[in-house]
């Protein structure tokens, strides 16, 4: 969160491309998966969206929440971070 | 730490490497001071040996690039991506890209080349990212003001490689996990309603979108105080947080260091020189007092008059009973003083002296 007191309010789910790419750059999302706002159901989306914040040992919820998204803005090796 | 898919490896272990282009942003003499420094880290731990070559193909060739360079992974301007490497291998396998959009430097500006060398250098080597975030080999850069193996790395690059054949074992520094029944810390403090714990170079804080505490390095706010603090106190209605380390202490405003400091707990506070450093300190609201803990001994200063009660030091057993005779951080909470010795912790109200509740040090991180 980086702020205080730490970043408390939920983000409008606006930076949907920025998810989107970070997970397809970084945890093996195909590009041609959909974006979550267009699915209801349990997606391949959220699933990376889960595997990433049990990477960074955020709360796993499957959602894009701000400290999720603080996470992403954050400069970093362009290695993924699940084997390929 | 996490072993690159496979487990590839270098099967020689006298490496060679190519600095094949410079950044601009530095002296060249720098840049390659730079990168042997980081190919120091991980030989110091390991058998490799790494010997520089400055023409034809080396194991790993390290470069600078733009954008789409040709290995299919395009950098992406300023930001984001810093740079990439490549496992180990012929050819492409073990080289090093540096994003030269971005401005590469040798203090704790961003980016700073020796931590991005010395992770990038880990891929070259066989390690994958780890989820430690006090490895190097953790996928967001994190300045922490030093460059150093974690012991997680060292443990990476020994399960590769096998121990170096340095005589004594090399060991890096632990990152705290909030849920040790054995964590103790260096200094607590409230700050804007928050209450902050501080281990070596981190801080931890219980905060909504993590499972047990947020966990992250104090150069995150204050880059300058990147570790070692050993006392810390609020006074709320000034929006001021005092940090201490040695005989000096800095305030903060959040994330701001307020002008003028560090200062002398010795000018400022009227301790005596025998004191070399603070164990803990915490302010009461109600009476405006400020209560330093050292060794065995407190003092109260008054905030609003700026100076050092009369007739302190007293035995911190005499006036604070039940918590012992030493303290190791203390912060105050609706009117309550919470105690920390070791893995213990005291609720302690000030007003009847007595201790109300015994836990343990780590009870706020929701294990």
């Known amino acids: 969160s980086h702020g205080f007191p ?29 974006q979550i706002k267009k699915q209801r159901k349990i997606t391949p989306v959220v ?38 | 730490f996490v072993l690159t898919e496979g487990n590839p490896r270098w099967e020689h272990t006298n490496l060679t490497y190519r600095i094949e282009n410079y950044t601009p942003d530095l002296p060249g003499a720098v840049v390659d001071n730079t990168i042997e420094k980081a190919f120091q880290l991980w030989s110091n731990v390991s058998p490799l040996t790494f010997t520089k070559v400055f023409k034809g193909q080396a194991d790993i060739m390290i470069s600078f690039a733009w954008r789409d360079h040709g290995d299919n992974s395009p950098f992406d301007g300023p930001g984001e991506v810093l ?9 492409l396998g073990g080289d090093v890209h540096f994003d ?16 991005v060398a010395a992770h990038e250098l880990g891929h070259s080597l066989g390690l994958a990212h780890s989820s430690d975030i006090g490895a190097l080999m953790f996928p967001s850069y994190i300045f922490s003001g030093d460059v150093q193996l974690s012991q997680d790395d ?29 964590l103790t810390f260096d200094a607590i403090t409230t700050i804007r309603g928050e209450v902050m714990f501080f281990k070596d170079k981190f801080y931890m804080r219980v905060n909504s979108f993590y499972p047990e505490a947020e966990l992250n390095f104090i150069a995150v706010f204050w880059p300058n105080l990147a570790n070692g603090l050993q006392a810390a106190y609020e006074v709320a209605h000034r929006d001021e947080v005092r940090l201490f380390k040695g005989n ?7 994330q701001d260091v307020l002008p003028g400091y560090p200062r002398s707990i010795y000018r400022s506070f009227g301790f005596p020189r025998s004191v070399k450093n603070i164990d803990a300190a915490v302010f009461q609201e109600d009476t405006g007092k400020t209560y330093f803990f050292v060794a065995h001994h407190y003092w109260r200063y008054d905030e609003y008059k700026r100076s050092m009660d009369a007739g302190y030091p007293k035995m911190i057993a005499d006036g604070f009973p039940g ?14 003083f919470y105690f920390f010795r070791g893995t213990r912790q005291y609720k302690f109200d000030p007003k009847t002296k007595r201790i109300l509740t015994l836990e343990r040090a780590n009870s706020w991180f929701n294990c």
């Open chain 2, 83 to 91: 740079a990439h490497a490549f496992q180990p291998g012929p050819g």
């Open chain 2, 100 to 115: 030269e959009d971005e401005r590469w430097t040798n203090d704790f500006t961003d980016y700073n080349l020796y931590h």
């Open chain 1, 47 to 84: 699933e990376k969206l889960k595997q990433m914040q049990k990477f960074f040992g955020l709360k796993v919820t499957g959602k894009p929440n701000a400290e999720t998204l603080n996470v992403m803005k954050q400069a970093r090796c362009g290695v993924p971070d699940v084997a390929q």
């Open chain 2, 154 to 182: 060292i443990n990476g690059i020994q399960a590769i490689y096998g121990p170096s054949k340095n005589p004594t074992l090399p060991t890096g520094p632990q990152t705290p996990r909030v849920c040790d029944s054995k």
């Open chain 1, 6 to 34: 730490a970043a408390t309010s939920e983000t409008q789910e606006q930076d949907m491309e920025m998810i989107q790419k970070y997970l397809e750059n970084y945890y093996n999302l195909k590009s041609n998966e959909k």
């Open chain 2, 323 to 336: 918590i012992g005779n030493k303290v190791d951080a203390v912060f105050q909470k609706n009117g309550f």
């Open chain 2, 248 to 254: 000096q202490y800095w305030a903060v405003r959040g």
